[in-house]
C-alpha cells in the first residue's frame, strides 16, 4: 500500500491529511496523484467513492496562492449534490492553508448572492456547466486565472447535454493550465470531445469490478408486464430499510413509484425533470432513512453520496455494462456488505450476456416462487423527517437544532438522524417510535429563544 505520507507535500498538509483520516492511498490516488502534482493532465477512469475527488483536490491545493484573491482553480460537476459534496471535501483538505474561500455556483438558486460573493473573491470554484456559463455570459466571473480546471464526471456531464457549455467554459480558461478529467465510462464519444482540452494527458483506468464478498449479486426472471409487482416482492422479502431502484426512463419512474405507494411503501421518484426544492427533499428524506426506496434515472443519481445503501434493484437492466457495475457499486461501501438485484425479462438476456463478459463469469439467477412474504408487517422506515421553517439565514445551526430535541424535546442523541440545515429550512430525522411525542414537546419549546413553524415530511403515518 502506498501512504499518504510518501507523497511530496508540506508537513502542515500531511498533518491535515492523517487528522482527516487519509492514511493509504486508494488505487486512483496512487496512480494519479504523483503525476497531479508534477503538473501533468489527466484522464482518469474511476467510480464514485474510489477516492477521486482527493485525486485532484491535493493537487490543485498544493499549488494555491492563498494570498492572491482571484479564481486559481475551476471543478465542474453535473449536479448541484456533487458540486456541494466536492465543495464540502475540498473544504476539509484546505483546512491547513489559511482563509481559503470555496464557492459552489450551481443552478435551482437565485444568481444575486453568486454574484455579490464572487465580487469579495474566492479561490476555487465547484459549479455546474450552465451556471458557470451564465456567470462568464454576465461577465460576472473571471477564469483568465485558472491554474487547474477540473472535469468531474465528464459523461455524466456530456450525458446531460452540456458539450457546449464545457467547450465555451475552456476558451474563457488560460492556454496554460492543468486539466483533470474524470470520468466513470471513457466512451469514444467522451475521448473526442476531451481530446482538445488536454495537453499529453496520462491515461489511468482503475478496475472497476466489485467483489463478490462484498455485494452479493441476484437475477430474478420477470417479464416485462409484472416487473414492478417483482419489485415489491423484492421488498417483502429482503425487507432492506434504503433500498435504491434503477429505471431505464423517467416515466417507468413515476409509475413503480405509483404502484409502490399504493402497496404501502415508502417510495420517491428522482429524475432530471424535478424542481430544486423537491430534489433537495427527496434526498434529504432518503438520505436520512425516512423514506425506504428511491427509484431514479442514471443521469438523476449521479453524484449521489449515500453511505449506507442496504440494496440496489436494477429495475430495467442497463444496456452498459459499466453503467451496471456503476450502479450496483452504490451499496457495499467501505467494509458494509451490500445485495444487488437485478429483474431480468427474456429480452434483457443479450444485456446480461454482456454483463456476464465484462465480469468474466455467469450471473447467478434464482426463481422468482423463494419471494416469500415472511413478515407481513409493513414495511416503515425507521425515521421520520421534521421540516423547520428556518436555516442558516436564520442563524440556525445543527447543534441548535440538536439541543432542543435532546433539551425540551426529550430525545436521546440516538434517537435523532441526520440533520441537514439550507438557507430558509431544516430537516431532521427522528426516530420514528418517538417522532409525535418529540413533536408536541418541540412545538411548545423554543430554538434559539425563538418558535419556528414545523410539520412532518411527507407521510404522517
Known amino acids: 500500500m502506498h501512504a499518504f505520507s510518501s507523497l511530496a507535500l508540506p508537513a502542515p498538509f500531511l498533518a491535515n491529511l492523517a487528522s482527516l483520516g487519509y492514511q493509504e492511498m486508494t488505487a486512483i490516488q496512487a496512480a494519479g496523484l504523483p503525476a497531479v502534482l508534477s503538473g501533468r493532465d489527466l484522464i482518469a477512469q474511476a467510480k464514485t467513492g474510489s477516492g477521486k475527488t482527493a485525486t485532484f483536490g491535493i493537487g490543485l491545493l498544493q499549488k494555491l496562492n492563498p494570498r492572491y484573491f482571484g479564481i486559481q482553480a475551476l471543478v465542474l460537476c453535473p449536479t448541484r449534490e456533487l458540486a456541494d459534496q466536492v465543495a464540502n471535501e475540498l473544504r476539509r483538505l484546505a483546512r491547513h492553508l489559511d482563509n481559503v474561500k470555496v464557492l459552489t455556483l450551481c443552478g435551482g438558486v437565485p444568481m444575486g448572492p453568486q454574484i455579490g460573493s464572487l465580487e469579495h473573491g474566492a479561490h476555487i470554484v465547484v459549479g455546474t456547466p450552465g451556471r458557470i456559463q451564465d456567470h462568464l455570459y454576465r461577465q460576472t466571473l473571471d477564469l483568465s486565472h485558472i491554474g487547474t ?265 440516538g434517537q435523532v438522524g441526520k440533520i441537514n440545515v439550507f438557507d430558509f429550512q431544516s430537516f431532521v430525522a427522528i426516530d420514528r417510535n418517538v417522532a409525535d411525542q418529540a413533536f408536541q414537546r418541540l412545538s411548545a419549546a423554543k430554538i434559539k429563544g425563538r418558535q419556528f413553524k414545523m410539520r412532518w415530511l411527507g407521510e404522517t403515518g
Not at 432518503?286 to 426506496?293: D, G, I, K, L, Y
Open 149 to 413: 480546471l477540473v472535469l468531474d464526471e465528464a459523461d455524466r456531464m456530456v450525458d446531460m447535454g452540456f458539450v457546449d457549455d464545457i467547450g465555451r467554459i475552456v476558451e474563457a480558461c488560460p492556454a496554460r493550465r492543468q486539466t483533470l478529467l474524470f470520468s466513470a465510462t471513457y466512451p469514444d464519444s467522451i475521448r473526442r470531445i476531451a481530446a482538445p482540452f488536454l495537453r499529453d494527458p496520462l491515461e489511468i483506468k482503475v478496475e472497476s469490478q466489485h467483489s463478490a464478498s462484498r455485494i452479493e449479486q441476484r437475477f430474478y426472471e420477470v417479464t416485462n408486464e409484472d416487473r414492478n409487482a417483482a419489485v415489491a416482492e423484492v421488498l417483502r422479502h429482503y425487507r432492506p430499510t434504503s433500498a435504491l431502484a434503477f429505471c431505464n426512463t423517467k416515466i417507468h419512474c413515476r409509475e413503480l413509484v405509483a404502484q409502490l405507494q399504493e402497496a404501502g411503501f415508502s417510495a420517491l421518484a428522482l429524475y432530471g425533470e424535478l424542481d430544486q426544492r423537491d430534489r433537495d427533499e427527496t434526498l434529504v428524506r432518503f438520505a436520512n432513512r425516512s423514506v425506504t426506496v428511491l427509484v431514479a434515472t442514471d443521469v438523476a443519481a449521479r453524484g449521489l453520496d449515500i453511505q449506507t445503501l442496504d440494496m440496489v434493484i436494477n429495475v430495467d437492466v442497463s444496456r452498459d455494462t459499466e453503467v451496471h457495475v456503476h450502479r450496483i457499486g452504490r451499496t457495499g461501501r467501505g467494509s458494509d456488505k451490500g445485495m444487488a438485484i437485478s429483474l431480468g425479462s427474456p429480452s434483457d438476456r443479450k444485456w446480461v450476456k454482456l454483463i456476464e463478459e465484462y465480469q468474466g463469469g455467469p450471473v447467478r439467477w434464482f426463481e422468482r416462487d423463494t419471494l416469500t412474504d415472511a413478515d407481513a408487517s409493513p414495511l416503515l422506515p425507521p425515521m421520520r423527517t421534521l421540516n423547520i421553517a428556518a436555516g442558516k439565514k436564520e442563524k440556525l445551526r445543527p447543534g441548535d437544532i440538536l439541543g432542543a430535541l435532546t433539551g425540551d424535546g426529550g430525545l436521546g442523541s
